[in-house]
């Protein structure tokens, strides 16, 4: 089983659409991840949750959305896409909050075009 | 915030050789160093972690270094393979300990 699962893998969309990531851990962690690697490959967290409540939101612009329904989920909806917005997005869990080690999922590809 | 600086950006060896990538980090708050490989089109995965109570750990050919007073830690790998290439990562806690910030990353190759 994998221990943390997003969908779709890949997603290909145009400018100003909306879209949404989805993503399960099955680890029994407590806090919950998103970060974004862009075409340089670095990896820039943008969200995090620990027990469904948001703790940390890095200057991502508001059109970024994090919803968390469960400790075991953390969904990722995206308004009015833009072409900046083209990067792979990884789900992560860890036990505790920056302090243990991330599990990642194998990540969401996003081209917007 | 925490800052997280990795060098070299690249680093090609022979099969054989030892590879060094070292990080300086900004927050001396920081408790927890983990090290991450990534493989071209794949996730990251944890392949060492040390934490700030702790000068070195070792893991086969890998092993890990911490020195606090300088705010730097390092990735040593020893007789190098072509299946250690991939892009590495460091990482350290940031100063809340809410999450973990990444260097920018080194990709290694290792030429046969």
């Known amino acids: 089983d994998t221990a943390v699962s997003q969908t779709p893998k890949y997603l290909v969309t145009q400018m100003g659409n909306d879209k949404s990531i989805k993503c399960e851990q099955n680890l029994g962690h407590d806090t919950m991840y998103w970060y974004k690697q862009d075409s340089k490959k670095f990896l820039k967290i943008m969200f995090s949750?620990?027990?469904?409540?948001?703790?940390i939101n890095e200057t991502v612009p508001n059109r970024f959305s994090p919803k968390s329904p469960d400790k075991a989920h953390l969904n990722l909806h995206i308004n009015s896409l833009e072409l900046g917005d083209s990067a792979v997005y990884f789900c992560?869990?860890?036990?505790?909050?920056?302090?243990?080690?991330?599990?990642f999922g194998n990540g969401t590809r996003l081209t917007v075009t | 915030g925490e800052n997280v600086e990795q060098h070299p950006s690249t680093l090609s060896v022979q099969e054989g050789d030892s590879a060094v990538i070292k990080c300086t980090y900004s927050d001396s708050a920081s408790n927890y160093f983990p090290w991450y490989k990534q493989e071209l089109g794949k996730r990251p995965q944890l392949i060492i972690d040390?934490?700030?109570?702790?000068g070195e750990k070792k893991d086969q050919r890998i092993a890990v270094t911490l020195n606090k007073t300088a705010k730097h830690f390092s990735l040593h790998i020893t007789e190098t393979q072509p299946e250690d290439s991939a892009v590495y990562f460091c990482a350290a806690s940031n100063q809340a300990g809410t999450a973990l910030i990444f260097g920018k990353g080194t990709t290694l190759s290792v030429s046969s």
């Open positions: 040390i934490r700030s109570n702790v």
């Open positions: 992560a869990s860890s036990q505790d909050e920056g302090g243990s080690p991330l599990h």
């Open positions: 949750y620990n027990n469904k409540e948001l703790i």
